[in-house]
Antibody, heavy 126, light 107 residues
């Protein structure tokens, strides 16, 4: 069975940093693109970032571009999200999700999120 | 960014009812639309991809239809376990965007 387990969330002060991790099991991690999706308390879903297998394609939402960095370690079957200079509006449950890509015009983009972790809560507050 | 508008934002129905709600895209997205179900305190679950394709293992009472800018999600016979919030999501253009959700509960 596909399992995704996020960790690293907690209370963080604005302007500091935090690294989220996602441990994957039950599938060949290196073959799949991975994503972070977040959900502010009581709100809807927001796509954050995508990294393809082999890290050929990396995408970010404008709201986190330049502050967050997605990465993966295929040897460790792990996905990461480095959150620098977090703001209050980054407060959310962060989900790790395995997805599929949609390829068009020589590029590939995230398509859907097929398997999700249970999420890790990040609270940005002083 | 492509805006996804779901309506209604909530609805109440009885067990066995046919339930329908919609998702409107701010521009033509072809069939590049997915639907998710989220139960309270849980992660979302992919139900339908490419507007009308049922994800493996998802009951056939769930159905998606539409293309272009107008999409519909239907539960043919509401079951107790279907109480949840449903989100649409487009992948025609980055950033991927979700609708605000339709919450389904019992009358």
């Amino acid at each position: 069975d596909v399992q995704l387990v996020e960790s690293g969330g907690g209370l963080v002060e604005p302007g500091t940093s935090l690294r989220l991790s996602c441990a994957a099991s039950g599938f060949t991690f290196s073959s799949f693109n991975m994503n972070w999706v977040r959900q502010a308390p009581g709100k809807g879903l927001e796509w954050v970032s995508t990294i393809s297998s082999s890290s050929n394609y990396i995408y970010y939402a404008d709201s986190v571009k330049g502050r967050f960095t997605i990465s993966r370690d295929d040897a460790e079957n792990s996905l990461y999200l480095q959150m620098n200079s977090p703001r209050a509006d980054d407060t959310a449950i962060y989900y790790c999700a395995r997805g599929a890509l949609f390829c068009s015009g020589g590029n590939c983009y995230p398509k859907y999120f097929q398997h999700w972790g249970q999420g890790t809560l990040v609270i940005v507050s002083s | 960014d492509i805006q996804m508008t779901q309506s209604p934002s909530s609805l109440s129905a009885s067990v066995g009812d046919r339930v329908t709600f919609t998702c409107q895209a701010s521009q033509d997205i072809s069939n590049h639309l997915n639907w998710y179900q989220q139960k309270p305190g849980k992660a979302p679950k992919l139900l339908i991809y490419d507007a009308s394709n049922l994800e493996t293992g998802v009951p056939s009472r769930f159905r998606g239809s539409g293309s272009g800018t107008a999409f519909t999600f239907t539960i043919s016979s509401l079951q107790p376990e279907d109480i949840a919030t449903y989100f649409c999501q487009q992948y025609d253009n980055l950033p991927l965007t979700f609708g605000g959700g339709t919450r389904v509960d019992f009358k």
